[in-house]
C-alpha cells in the first residue's frame, strides 16, 4: 500500500502536466493560415457568404409552386336568430317568425397551390440574389485581406519586443561590467564620482525601457491571439525571428508591378455596388408591370350540432377553385415616378464614387508603392548606421576607460548606440508591414 501511495500521486502528477494545453508553434506563413480559418471576423464573413447563398434560393422559392393548408373548426356558442314573415310557414299576415340557419358547429379543411406567372419585381429580385452572394464572397476577400495583413503587423510586433527585450538585456549586462570597472576605478581615487553617476543614469533608463518592452510584449502576445482567434492567453511559439522575415519581405519586383485598380477588392466591391443600384432601378420600373399569379384550391367541409366530424358516418361536402389574378397599375399619382428617379440618382452617385474609387485605389498603389521602397533603403540605411554608432560606442569606451575621454562623451555614444538598434529594429518592421500593405492594395496574396 506505502509503494501504491507515490505511484498514485505520480501518475496523478503526470495527468496533470500531460493535460495542459501545449504551445502552438507557428510560423507567419503558418500563422495567417490559422487565422483564416478560426478568426472569429472570418468565421463571420463565412457565414455571411452561407447566408447569402440560403437568401438566393429562399428569392428562387418565392416563384415556385406555393401549397398552404388550413383546418377550420367552429363552434357557434350562441347561434345569430334571424327573423322571417311567419306566412312563409303559414302564420298570420304582419307576424314574424325566428329562425336559425346553418348547424352549432362546422370543420372545413382545405389545401391551396398559388403559382407566380408573371412579376418583374420576381425577374430583379433574381438577379439581385445572385449580386447579393457576389458581394457577400468579395467582402469575404476583403476581410481575409485585412485578417492577413493585421496577422502580419501582429506577428511581427511580438518580434519586436522579443529582440528589444535581448538587446536590452545585452546592453544592460555591459552596462553592469562598465559601472562596476568604473566604481573600483573611483573607489581607487583615479576617476571621477561624476562618471560613475553618468553610467547609472543610463543603466536606469535602460533597465526602465526593458521593463516597458516586458510589459508591451505580453500585450503583443494577446493582440497575436486574438488576431489568429485563440483565447488572450493561449501560449504559442514564433518559428520566425525579425531579420529573416525583412530579408524574404525585400522583393524589389513588386515595385514594378501593373498598377490596375479593376482588379482590387475594393474596386470590384463598389462595382458590386454600382451593379445593386441597376437593379434596384429595374425593380423601381417593373414596379409599372402588370403581375400575373394562378391558384387552385380543393377542400371538404362538414356541419353538425354536436362534435361528429372524427365518426364514419359524418358527411363531408366537397369543393374546389381555380382562378387567375391579373393586376395592372394604372395611376400612382406619381409615386413610382418619384421611386424611379430617386432609384436613377442613386446609381448616379454608384457611379461617380465607383470612378472616385478607382481614382482612390490608384493612388494609394502609388503611396504603398513608395512606402514599401522607403522602407527597403531605410532599412539598408540603418544597418549602416548601426555598425557606425557600435563602432564610435567602442571607441569611447576604449578612450574612456584609457583615460583620455569623458563619461558624458560615453554616455552620448551609448545612447546614440542604443537609438541606433531600436530604429534598425522598427526598419526591419516597417519592411515586413509596408510589403503587406502594398500587397493588400494590390489584392496579390488572397484570390478566390
Same mark, same amino acid.
Do not use: C
Given at each position: 500500500m506505502k509503494k501504491a501511495i507515490p505511484l498514485l500521486i505520480g501518475f496523478i502528477i503526470f495527468q496533470i502536466g500531460f493535460s495542459q494545453e501545449q504551445p502552438i508553434s507557428l510560423s507567419l506563413e503558418e500563422a495567417i493560415d490559422y487565422a483564416l480559418e478560426h478568426n472569429r471576423t472570418a468565421i463571420n464573413a463565412t457565414r455571411d457568404i452561407e447566408a447569402a447563398e440560403q437568401q438566393k434560393w429562399e428569392t428562387t422559392a418565392t416563384g415556385l409552386p406555393q401549397i398552404s393548408a388550413s383546418l377550420d373548426y367552429q363552434n357557434n356558442l350562441k347561434q345569430q336568430v334571424? +327573423? +322571417?314573415? #311567419? @306566412? *312563409?310557414f303559414g302564420g298570420?299576415? $304582419? @307576424?314574424? !317568425?325566428? &329562425? &336559425? *340557419?346553418?348547424?352549432?358547429? !362546422?370543420?372545413? $379543411?382545405f389545401a391551396t397551390l398559388n403559382q407566380k406567372i408573371f412579376d418583374g419585381s420576381y425577374i430583379v429580385g433574381l438577379q439581385s440574389a445572385k449580386v447579393f452572394l457576389e458581394i457577400s464572397k468579395n467582402a469575404k476577400v476583403k476581410t481575409d485581406l485585412e485578417i492577413r495583413k493585421a496577422v502580419i503587423e501582429a506577428y511581427g510586433n511580438v518580434l519586436l519586443a522579443e529582440e528589444s527585450i535581448k538587446i536590452f538585456e545585452r546592453n544592460i549586462e555591459v552596462l553592469d561590467k562598465n559601472l562596476f570597472e568604473t566604481q573600483k576605478i573611483y573607489e581607487n581615487g583615479l576617476g571621477e564620482e561624476e562618471s560613475v553617476e553618468q553610467l547609472q543614469i543610463t543603466l536606469s533608463? +535602460?533597465? !526602465?525601457? %526593458?521593463?516597458? +518592452?516586458?510589459? %508591451?510584449?505580453? %500585450? #503583443?502576445?494577446q493582440m497575436l491571439n486574438i488576431t489568429l482567434g485563440l483565447d488572450i492567453y493561449n501560449a504559442i511559439v514564433l518559428k520566425d525571428n525579425l531579420e529573416t522575415l525583412t530579408d524574404q519581405n525585400i522583393t524589389l519586383s513588386m515595385l514594378e508591378s501593373e498598377n490596375n485598380p479593376e482588379s482590387t477588392i475594393d474596386y470590384l466591391i463598389a462595382k458590386n455596388d454600382k451593379t445593386s443600384k441597376e437593379l434596384l432601378l429595374k425593380l423601381e420600373k417593373s414596379k409599372a408591370l402588370p403581375t400575373l399569379n394562378a391558384f387552385i384550391n380543393g377542400g371538404y367541409s362538414a356541419y353538425a350540432d354536436e362534435f361528429t366530424f372524427t365518426k364514419k358516418s359524418q358527411d363531408w361536402f366537397g369543393s374546389s377553385v381555380f382562378g387567375i389574378s391579373l393586376n395592372i397599375p394604372i395611376f400612382s399619382s406619381g409615386m413610382r415616378n418619384a421611386s424611379t428617379q430617386r432609384a436613377k440618382i442613386n446609381l448616379e452617385k454608384a457611379k461617380t464614387e465607383l470612378t472616385e474609387t478607382e481614382q482612390r485605389i490608384k493612388l494609394e498603389i502609388a503611396s504603398a508603392k513608395n512606402d514599401y521602397q522607403f522602407a527597403i533603403e531605410d532599412y539598408e540605411n540603418k544597418k549602416q548606421n548601426l555598425a557606425l554608432a557600435e563602432r564610435i560606442e567602442t571607441k569611447n569606451q576604449t578612450k574612456f576607460f584609457e583615460g583620455i575621454g569623458s563619461s558624458f562623451e560615453l554616455r552620448q555614444a551609448q545612447t546614440q548606440l542604443y537609438t541606433a538598434q531600436q530604429e534598425l529594429l522598427q526598419a526591419m518592421l516597417d519592411v515586413v508591414n509596408s510589403k503587406a500593405a502594398l500587397e493588400t492594395v494590390l489584392n496579390t496574396p488572397i484570390n478566390n
Amino acid at each position: 500500500m506505502k509503494k501504491a501511495i507515490p505511484l498514485l500521486i505520480g501518475f496523478i502528477i503526470f495527468q496533470i502536466g500531460f493535460s495542459q494545453e501545449q504551445p502552438i508553434s507557428l510560423s507567419l506563413e503558418e500563422a495567417i493560415d490559422y487565422a483564416l480559418e478560426h478568426n472569429r471576423t472570418a468565421i463571420n464573413a463565412t457565414r455571411d457568404i452561407e447566408a447569402a447563398e440560403q437568401q438566393k434560393w429562399e428569392t428562387t422559392a418565392t416563384g415556385l409552386p406555393q401549397i398552404s393548408a388550413s383546418l377550420d373548426y367552429q363552434n357557434n356558442l350562441k347561434q345569430q336568430v334571424q +327573423v +322571417v314573415p #311567419a @306566412e *312563409f310557414f303559414g302564420g298570420q299576415p $304582419g @307576424e314574424f !317568425s325566428e &329562425i &336559425i *340557419f346553418g348547424t352549432k358547429q !362546422s370543420m372545413t $379543411g382545405f389545401a391551396t397551390l398559388n403559382q407566380k406567372i408573371f412579376d418583374g419585381s420576381y425577374i430583379v429580385g433574381l438577379q439581385s440574389a445572385k449580386v447579393f452572394l457576389e458581394i457577400s464572397k468579395n467582402a469575404k476577400v476583403k476581410t481575409d485581406l485585412e485578417i492577413r495583413k493585421a496577422v502580419i503587423e501582429a506577428y511581427g510586433n511580438v518580434l519586436l519586443a522579443e529582440e528589444s527585450i535581448k538587446i536590452f538585456e545585452r546592453n544592460i549586462e555591459v552596462l553592469d561590467k562598465n559601472l562596476f570597472e568604473t566604481q573600483k576605478i573611483y573607489e581607487n581615487g583615479l576617476g571621477e564620482e561624476e562618471s560613475v553617476e553618468q553610467l547609472q543614469i543610463t543603466l536606469s533608463g +535602460v533597465k !526602465s525601457n %526593458l521593463n516597458n +518592452v516586458q510589459r %508591451l510584449k505580453t %500585450l #503583443a502576445y494577446q493582440m497575436l491571439n486574438i488576431t489568429l482567434g485563440l483565447d488572450i492567453y493561449n501560449a504559442i511559439v514564433l518559428k520566425d525571428n525579425l531579420e529573416t522575415l525583412t530579408d524574404q519581405n525585400i522583393t524589389l519586383s513588386m515595385l514594378e508591378s501593373e498598377n490596375n485598380p479593376e482588379s482590387t477588392i475594393d474596386y470590384l466591391i463598389a462595382k458590386n455596388d454600382k451593379t445593386s443600384k441597376e437593379l434596384l432601378l429595374k425593380l423601381e420600373k417593373s414596379k409599372a408591370l402588370p403581375t400575373l399569379n394562378a391558384f387552385i384550391n380543393g377542400g371538404y367541409s362538414a356541419y353538425a350540432d354536436e362534435f361528429t366530424f372524427t365518426k364514419k358516418s359524418q358527411d363531408w361536402f366537397g369543393s374546389s377553385v381555380f382562378g387567375i389574378s391579373l393586376n395592372i397599375p394604372i395611376f400612382s399619382s406619381g409615386m413610382r415616378n418619384a421611386s424611379t428617379q430617386r432609384a436613377k440618382i442613386n446609381l448616379e452617385k454608384a457611379k461617380t464614387e465607383l470612378t472616385e474609387t478607382e481614382q482612390r485605389i490608384k493612388l494609394e498603389i502609388a503611396s504603398a508603392k513608395n512606402d514599401y521602397q522607403f522602407a527597403i533603403e531605410d532599412y539598408e540605411n540603418k544597418k549602416q548606421n548601426l555598425a557606425l554608432a557600435e563602432r564610435i560606442e567602442t571607441k569611447n569606451q576604449t578612450k574612456f576607460f584609457e583615460g583620455i575621454g569623458s563619461s558624458f562623451e560615453l554616455r552620448q555614444a551609448q545612447t546614440q548606440l542604443y537609438t541606433a538598434q531600436q530604429e534598425l529594429l522598427q526598419a526591419m518592421l516597417d519592411v515586413v508591414n509596408s510589403k503587406a500593405a502594398l500587397e493588400t492594395v494590390l489584392n496579390t496574396p488572397i484570390n478566390n
